[in-house]
């Protein structure tokens, strides 16, 4: 009788056990699904196509693509997708929506703002919002290192108010001390056209030459284009404002493995 006891209460304090493991397993697996946990995608690159494919894709990729912004270049085809943030590549949670940038049809002008006494991050970020590009980066000796001079569309200094069609690319003047003037130079390989001058700009440098490959004929084959050679070999020092030449195709084959 007393053994039969003995099992009993075993048995329900394995049950218990048991009951209480489940719970816990069940909390923690409707924990993760309520705050996605480690659930992360990689982001598309969604360059280059129109809104209907775009979509397609983010949804097959698990995220969501939402336009803020239309910018008008006449060598891209109309409707396309010029930029998207955060950048292809990056590691999001399931359901996020991707920002995206489309080509107008028809231009759309914009007001130039006043980026004079900007910081060059501070200046990127207000020529982004305004739906215009940044161009070339230009240094003078200056006692602050890239602090804005000068704005610049077409090689002719641009009041801010003036009205500009959107997408049109400004160039900077900065300042540069001579106590501040190096930089080095990032690694672009495998990187779109438009990505990899996005990262030498946030490396203070300028694009160089570009060598496309035969194929490259279109506006939207440039904008399709990934990096697979640079001229400069990874953190090697250079001036700011130097530039960097860049080898592009459209043949993933060329690029090297990391």
Known sequence: MASDNKRKILSNIIAAVVVLLLLIIGARILLSVITRHNRTVTV?????????????????ADVKVKVIDSVFLRRLDAGVVYRQSPKAGSRVKKGRSIFITINSVVPRKTLMPNLVG??????????????????????????????????????????????????????????????????AVPYVVGMKYISAMDALHNNYLNSGKATFDKGIKSYADTVDAIVYRQEFAKGTPKAMGSPVALWLTLDESKIPAK
Do not use: C, W
């Open 44 to 60: 598309p690159d969604f360059t280059n196509m129109d809104l209907r494919t775009a979509s397609a894709a983010a949804s097959e």
């Open 118 to 183: 900007y910081s060059l991050m501070e200046a990127k970020a207000e020529i982004s919002n305004h739906g215009l590009l940044l161009g070339r980066l230009n240094y003078v000796p200056d006692l602050a290192t890239n602090n804005v001079l000068d704005q610049k569309y077409r090689g002719r200094s641009v009041p801010a108010g003036s009205q500009i069609i959107s997408g049109s690319e400004i160039d900077l003047t900065l300042g540069l001390s001579p106590d501040d003037n190096r930089t």
